[in-house]
């Protein structure tokens, strides 16, 4: 007897899940319907450019950093 309560209450369980993942489903946008948000940055101004990077001083240029070989332990 307590078997048959598993299994109806596994079944209530799945059918609780389902019913909340219907619900979950239609809180999400519809396929189709126009969305509420705008694409792009809609109407903000341009902003500045970024300033340039600094440049690299010649001595890191032409000494590449040492690899590392193998296990040093």
Request: no cysteine.
């Amino acid at each position: 007897m307590l078997d048959v309560v598993y299994l109806v209450a596994i079944l209530a369980l799945f059918a609780l899940v389902a019913l909340i993942a219907q619900g979950v489903e239609k809180l999400g946008p519809q396929p189709g319907a126009p969305s509420a948000r705008t694409p792009g940055r809609g109407a903000q101004p341009p902003t500045a450019s970024p300033a340039p990077a600094p440049e690299r001083s010649s001595r890191s240029a032409q000494a590449p950093a040492p690899e590392r070989g193998g296990d040093s332990a």
